[in-house]
């Protein structure tokens, strides 16, 4: 089976991504295949150079074959992007200060990307 994971909600990318999902992506016991992961509001946080969970992350994206895209409009106002609130949504969106990979984004870039390897569930924590 093929998911993809939306972390939408508060602590969703420091406590179900950090301590569940990446230790068993990278143990190889996850038991579905992660084709995307799209984050939300805070919890791009963690997908900037020196984290460690971002760092980890990377790692396993480029490996596996993951999708790892940021909320454009999330990224824009955090100062983790550049470009415009008038850009957003068009692709133009670039991740700036993120570890290797990232790519900005909003859902018309996201269904195009997940289109190549299109999940059988996505799942919003």
Request: a neutral charge.
């Amino acid at each position: 089976m093929k998911v993809a994971y939306v972390f939408a909600t508060n602590m969703a990318s420091s406590f179900k991504l950090a301590t569940m999902i990446l230790p068993q992506l990278e143990q190889g016991i996850h038991g579905a295949k992660v084709v995307g992961m799209m984050f939300f509001d805070d919890n791009i946080f963690c997908l900037r150079v020196g984290d460690p969970v971002g760092e980890r992350l990377a790692r396993i994206a480029k490996e596996q074959g993951i999708l790892l895209m940021v909320c454009d409009q999330c990224a824009v106002r955090r100062g983790l992007a550049e470009g415009t609130f008038d850009q957003c949504g068009t692709g133009s969106v670039k991740a700036k200060g993120m570890v290797g990979g990232v790519v900005c984004g909003c859902f018309p870039q996201l269904y195009a990307a997940l289109s190549e390897a299109m999940p059988d569930q996505v799942i919003t924590l």
